[in-house]
């Protein structure tokens, strides 16, 4: 397993992987297939530029192929700078259990931690998904909240878990 940071020169891996994500699981993010299908290519280069606001990282097999991707979003109004977002996490159905969810967490949270003031990772899951909360969980993220009936998709309803990394109590940290 390979963990390295997206660029621009990734856009048309991560747009297949990421409409793949939408497709697959679409309780799992807020955005939807239908919403991203069509946008240009210059969109997803664009939110492929590295800064220190964020930073999508990419999971390949020995093959060279994407299978798994996660986003870093720092917030970036003054009183809230403290904190950042973990986003858009997803792992391909045939690389599932093979830690490749858990490799892009411990490289998101390596690289969180270099940045000057940042000291809280929240994320957010649906409450449903088991296996992911049970992923960050293992990382020392908590649970803080629930949000009922945060989503509607169709006709249900998906409430969403609120979880947090305070980084100053993760690092050293053998996990």
Not at 77 to 82: A, L, M, N, V, Y
Not at 93 to 102: E, H, I, L, N, T
């Given at each position: 397993m390979n963990v390295r940071l997206l660029n621009s020169a990734d856009a048309e891996i991560y747009r297949t992987i990421r409409l793949q994500s939408l497709q697959e699981h679409p309780e799992a993010f807020l955005s939807s297939y239908e919403a991203e299908k069509d946008m240009p290519i210059e969109t997803t280069q664009s939110r492929l530029t590295l800064s220190e606001e964020h930073f999508?990282?990419?999971g390949f097999t020995e093959n060279g192929e994407l299978v798994g991707v996660v986003t870093f979003v720092r917030e970036s109004?003054?009183?809230?700078?403290?904190k950042g977002n973990v986003v858009a996490m997803y792992v391909d159905?045939?690389?599932?259990?093979?830690?490749?969810?858990?490799a892009l967490m411990k490289e998101l949270i390596t690289r969180a931690e270099q940045l000057p003031g940042l000291e809280i990772l929240n994320l957010s899951v649906v409450s449903s998904n088991v296996p992911a909360k049970k992923l960050y969980e293992s990382l020392g993220f908590i649970l803080y909240g629930t949000?009922?009936?945060a989503m509607k998709l169709e006709d249900s309803y998906l409430d969403e878990?609120?979880?947090s990394l305070e980084l100053n109590l993760y690092k050293g940290k053998n996990l």
């Open positions: 999508t990282l990419g109004r003054s009183k809230i700078r403290h159905q045939k690389a599932r259990g093979q830690r490749v969810g858990y949000e009922r009936n878990d609120f979880m």
